[in-house]
């Protein structure tokens, strides 16, 4: 089911399948500000990743004393999420793990996606819970999809992706299979506040930014200064990527706290770098705030 609250700015949708924002409408303008979803070019709108993000090495895990098959990024965003709190203004989502989780990964726990709309913005928080394990370790991290142009009259190169702050943006490779190498690290670019998006920038898949300094990155139509932004302030890793399509339909802005697996590295699930650690009881949260000036 999909539920929407709205203000007289936007109204924002959200989908108890995955819990995931299927629309941001501009309601001064009418403009739809998320991709939708296009299963030619790419089906989804802004998943969550969890438990994990990018691929598993081997595509596999060991838990508990068994191995277990993943695909990308996780199940979170392929499962039933219940609603379990509306207001005017926010929205609450639960996911619980249940015998289907359990098939994937052998941990209980509980994820919660509390979305709140303020102005022109949007404001999701994930919160993990630990209800009975000794520790429990996991990866996050958001996917969203702007639609890109803005309007009909503005095409790929009229817009970039802009850093708040001066950047060295380093990248981590995971070419040429989604899994880190280890090896390879390169700079998208030296001394910049931005970056020029091109139909070509995404040949070679996404790109993975370390440490970056900035508490904001946009895509950001240059002539008009219309832009989306994210706040990416506390993210060791922040992610850009569009599908293969010619000309560019939509681009993603993903803050992550976790990295895909290695191409060499641990099936074991405790051996594997996480985002966070739990103890029994305890609980953890994120939020990626995005703000639609357009």
Same mark, same amino acid.
């Given at each position: 089911?999909?539920?929407?609250?709205?203000?007289?700015?936007?109204?924002?949708?959200?989908?108890?399948?995955?819990?995931?924002?299927?629309?941001?409408?501009?309601?001064?303008?009418?403009?739809?500000?998320?991709?939708? &979803?296009?299963?030619?070019?790419?089906?989804?709108?802004?998943?969550?990743?969890?438990?994990?993000? %990018?691929?598993?090495?081997?595509?596999?895990?060991?838990?508990?004393?068994?191995?277990?098959?993943?695909?990308?990024?996780?199940?979170?965003?392929?499962?039933?999420?219940?609603?379990?709190?509306?207001? &005017?203004?926010?929205?609450?989502?639960?996911?619980?793990?249940?015998?289907?989780?359990?098939?994937?990964?052998?941990?209980?726990?509980?994820?919660?996606? !509390?979305?709140?709309?303020? %102005?022109?913005?949007?404001?999701? !928080?994930?919160?993990?819970?630990?209800?009975?394990?000794?520790?429990?370790?996991?990866?996050?991290?958001?996917?969203? @999809?702007?639609?890109?142009?803005?309007?009909?009259?503005?095409? !790929?190169?009229?817009?970039?992706?802009?850093?708040?702050?001066?950047?060295?943006?380093?990248?981590?490779?995971?070419?040429?299979?989604?899994?880190?190498?280890?090896?390879?690290?390169?700079?998208?670019?030296?001394?910049?506040?931005?970056?020029?998006?091109?139909?070509?920038?995404?040949?070679?898949?996404?790109?993975?930014?370390?440490?970056?300094?900035?508490?904001?990155?946009?895509?950001?139509?240059?002539?008009?200064?219309?832009?989306? &932004?994210?706040?990416?302030?506390?993210?060791?890793?922040?992610?850009?990527?569009?599908?293969?399509?010619?000309?560019?339909?939509?681009?993603?802005?993903?803050?992550?706290?976790?990295?895909?697996?290695?191409?060499?590295?641990?099936?074991?699930?405790?051996?594997?770098?996480? &985002?966070?650690?739990? @103890?029994? %009881?305890?609980?953890?949260?994120?939020?990626?705030?995005?703000?639609?000036?357009?």
């Amino acid at each position: 089911m999909r539920y929407t609250i709205e203000n007289d700015h936007i109204a924002l949708t959200v989908d108890t399948h995955g819990a995931e924002a299927v629309s941001v409408l501009n309601k001064h303008t009418g403009a739809e500000m998320l991709w939708q &979803a296009d299963p030619g070019v790419w089906a989804r709108h802004a998943p969550i990743l969890f438990p994990y993000t %990018g691929k598993l090495t081997g595509g596999k895990m060991i838990a508990k004393g068994a191995e277990y098959a993943g695909g990308q990024h996780g199940f979170a965003r392929d499962m039933d999420h219940a609603l379990v709190s509306q207001t &005017a203004d926010t929205l609450v989502f639960e996911l619980r793990a249940d015998e289907a989780t359990r098939q994937k990964w052998p941990y209980d726990f509980v994820l919660r996606s !509390t979305f709140v709309i303020e %102005g022109n913005t949007v404001a999701h !928080t994930l919160t993990v819970e630990n209800p009975t394990e000794d520790c429990l370790r996991f990866g996050i991290g958001y996917h969203p @999809a702007f639609a890109v142009p803005f309007d009909d009259a503005h095409t !790929t190169t009229d817009y970039e992706f802009r850093f708040d702050k001066m950047e060295s943006p380093l990248c981590v490779s995971c070419l040429p299979n989604g899994l880190l190498n280890g090896t390879d690290y390169y700079y998208l670019g030296r001394n910049t506040t931005a970056v020029p998006l091109t139909d070509e920038l995404f040949a070679n898949d996404s790109f993975c930014m370390v440490n970056l300094k900035s508490s904001e990155l946009a895509i950001v139509e240059k002539d008009t200064g219309r832009k989306v &932004a994210c706040n990416i302030e506390g993210y060791p890793y922040v992610l850009i990527w569009s599908a293969k399509a010619q000309p560019v339909r939509f681009v993603c802005i993903e803050p992550w706290h976790s990295l895909p697996g290695e191409e060499n590295g641990p099936l074991t699930w405790e051996d594997r770098p996480c &985002a966070a650690s739990l @103890a029994k %009881g305890e609980s953890w949260s994120t939020t990626l705030k995005t703000t639609f000036d357009r």
